[in-house]
């Protein structure tokens, strides 16, 4: 299995509406490692790490997020795996 990881910046209408609480759910669901969090500026940020199919459903969950969430822009980079994404937080 090969292991990607993606690392994701989310701007819109997305603080407020349980993004992160519902990615976390989605990305344990899928089996996805990493971590996402508010940022002071508005958007989200979010790494995501596993399979590649489990992430790229991470990363096109992103584009639409929760029925509250007013996506504008995903801002995605690929980066190396780390290995060290065991489980899936939302961190402070």
């Known amino acids: ?3 990607v990881r993606a690392h994701v910046l989310i701007s819109g209408r997305v603080q ?3 993004f992160r609480a519902y990615a976390r759910d989605r990305a ?3 089996g ?3 971590w996402i969090r508010n940022l002071s ?3 989200v940020e979010a790494i995501f790490e596993g399979s590649r ?3 790229q459903q ?3 969950w992103c584009y639409s997020g929760p029925i509250l969430a007013t996506v504008e822009k995903v801002e995605l980079t690929w980066e190396q795996p780390t290995g060290k994404e065991g ?3 939302i961190v402070w």
Do not use: I, N
């Open 1 to 3: 299995m090969e292991r």
């Open 16 to 18: 407020g509406v349980s």
């Open 28 to 30: 344990r669901a899928v």
């Open 32 to 34: 996805v490692g990493g």
């Open 41 to 43: 500026d508005g958007r």
């Open 53 to 55: 199919s489990a992430v």
């Open 58 to 60: 991470m990363v096109s």
């Open 87 to 89: 489980s899936f937080a």
